[in-house]
């Protein structure tokens, strides 16, 4: 993707950049393709060829700061551009704590941007013919596939993609580093009508960075089942329930906690876990790791955006907040410890064979939850507000389908209510959180 | 036409009719969208406006129609030679003829609904750095509690050529100037965040002193309140919405179910009510292009049809989709300007412009609260989301109150109000006579991003579903 001339392109932008005036510089190229055949009821509907290309540029000049980018990657555009970008920083305001990371702290291990094995050689191989074959294999409409006797299909929407990606950064201090990966990805959605013209969509996807790990063949059912088990929905009483929550969706609650464990949530006073760090604040069950080095899979990664080498660590480990994730710039202006800038494979540790039916029988009763309708949670105070949608059960077995519900609560309390996490884990999702149990959650409808 | 397709895009008319005459060998329709933005962006932190920066984005999608059926590619480089690829690219929609082409749209009188009368390209960052530092100030001058506050100012000019096979050139020149304070007071141990914007399709003239004391004064406004708020007890009651921002409630609901697209494949709740009733007579619903100065408001969509005002509902009926030119040929319909893209790089769709609801005649918002036992006032709804089929509804009240025997009581917020689309609509009992139009950044997420905007007037609707303790 990355060719020696655009690499001997970007090492002369620093040199621009430095005549032009500035102290550092950091380079950020990026390029990518994306082929895509979308198909609508079993017929191929759109087919879309990408090609993407991008250098950000980010200068220090004279104790000042500022980010650029272009795509238009020709010689003398990028001259021009940067020295109009050297200019521009100069009118901002200094800032003392706008600086590289320190050439230690940096990534010296991404050489050839495939350490991490996430880069399938078998995606140079497929061909316009391979790509709508898979489209409209995985496709249920016209398939003669089985569907339940109530359910008539209105829809299906379908979207097959395959894509390579190439980041190479280097800086003015020596930093060079390179990430390669590939994706093969499916996503469909489904329109379901019951026999009294009620309308139900679901989804589902999967993903895979090599073309061997990767069977969209069985999407189009799943999400076929998942609208047909909504039929018939309507709330449920009001109250405090036990909850199971779908590993499709139990990331939903992972992401307000690695806000507001990110040092630009905590300097602004906007994170309700200000000073949490060596407090035990979450229940015992309650692990969660940062996994950056998994061979083969998409989302690893050896270096953030600043170049600043990842490693695995805990997050929170036995309901303990271990670490905050804090830039160079937010190091300098909180004082507290450089990381990399934020969790790049967050994994929930469970127990080994569970799974949500297996943590609905250990709750008895509950309400199972498998999406999310809008809500909101306030980073300062850890309140939230959710919409759900989902099934009620009641000895470990589904009761019946509920909707236009909501969960209310405050996250400290909901993580410290954790019973029990699955280990069934997506490995296509961009984090690894495996379907949970919590307790005493109020649920509204 | 002359200076952007030679001057900006180095593309002579000649080249232009080469590279659509490639793309129909791949279908029997194919568009060109040439786009060259230049955004910038200024941010004030801790005091002091320490980055800031310019982005620069240029190519050109390429798009073959085969009957309903996409071709799309796209290119970052625009020689002619790199065109035709992305022509050939999109022309592998090749297949069966489709069951129906796409026609022409209608030319319309509507004047530009936008300018530049200060140009972008002219600012001063000095002088803009100034002012982000005085729109702090004014927030700080205005209350007692301390604050952590940031404030972006961006900027974009885009540089816009469409060309068709039906030897259509458009052009236009779409400035859009953005302003977003995010404001964090403490009192007493507990925090309290403002998010407040505002964004126009115009100039440099829109930083003005009359604009800081709009957004700090918004930024403070019932600042006790909020501290004091608390949840409500949940359950099914009537709401009470503000005119202006809960005119999101209309965009998610209601106006996503009315993009034609949903309704061409039968996903949209709506998609067999042409025609019918679905509120009350006297409700009407907008989708407006023709704005001057907002944020939704285009001379033209990204597909070269001229912007316009289109009625979704009319005195309670459903009148209209809102279309691109696939859905506008699918339904024998002319196309209604809603065909919009986030850039060159996505094929475009159905999406909405500025979308309202008509002022009503069921007398003021205290009228509507006074009608009201016990119920809920929402000032500011935050995110929302829909389910298009279900047309089931979430959204997240920042802030509002208790309505108690006809007034307003106790504080409330972080609370979420669901519901039904169809059924919300069918529920509105009182509309009152206050449009306002919201000038926020209202940015729709439908597969792309796109601006938009939203207004409404105080509206209360029966039977909402509010979350609480």
Redesign the interface.
Known sequence: MITETEKTLAAECLEYARKAGAQDCRITLTKSTEDLIATLDGEVDRVTRCADRSMNIALFVEGRYGAFSINKLERDTLRDFISRAVDTVRMLAPDEYRVLPAPERCCHTALTGRELDSYDEAYQEVSPEDRRRRALEAAVFGSGAPLPRNLELISEEGEYSDSEYDVYVIDSQGLECRHRETSFDYGVEVTVQDPKGNKYSDYWWTASSFLRGFDPSDCGMTAVRRAHAQFGARPARSGKYNMVIGVEVASRLVSPLLNALNAYSLQQGNSFLVGSVGKKLFSDKFTLLDEPHIKGESGSKLFDSEGVATEPSAIIAGGEVKRYFVNTYMAGKTGLQPTIEDAVRPYLPGTPGLDRNGLMQMCGNGILVTDFNGGNCNPATGDFSYGISGQLFQNGEIVRPVNEMLITGNFLPLWKNLIGAGSDVRRCAGKLIPSLAFCEVDFSG | MKNNSEEVFGVTPEQLRTIVAEGLKGGDWCDLYFEQTVYND?LLR?S????????????CGVRVLNG?????????STDIQSLLD?AR??G??A?KPGSFKVGPSIPTATPPPYAMRQDWADAD??RL?EWLLKLETAIRSRCIYPS?I?ALLSWSTSNILMYNSLDETTGDTRPLGSVSVTA?F?KDG????RNVSRSYRCGLEMITDSLIDELASEAVKDLDDSFAAS?PK??RMPVVMAAGASGILLHEAMGHAFEADFNR???S?FSDRMGQRVCKSGISIIDDATIPGSRGSLLYDDEGVPGQKTYMVHDGILTSYLHDRICAAYYGVVPTGNGRRESF?Y?PIPRMRTTYMESGSDGTLQDLIGSVRKGIYVDKF?????????G?????VNRGYLIENGRLTRPVK???I???GPRALADIEAVAGDLKIDDGTWTCGKEQSVAVSCGIPSVLINNL?V???
């Open positions: 200024m801790d002091s406006v320490a980055s800031g920066g310019f982005h620069l984005d240029y190519g309903e059926k996409t071709g799309y590619a796209y290119s970052e992305a690219a999109a592998a929609v297949g960052k000095k750095s952590k940031i964090i403490s507990r925090t309290e965040q949840r949940g359950g494949k039968g996903q709740i790089r094929n935050a995110n929302g989301e829909v389910k298009i089929g279900e089931d509804f979430t959204f997240y972080d609370v979420n669901i519901g039904n579903t979350g609480g303790e």
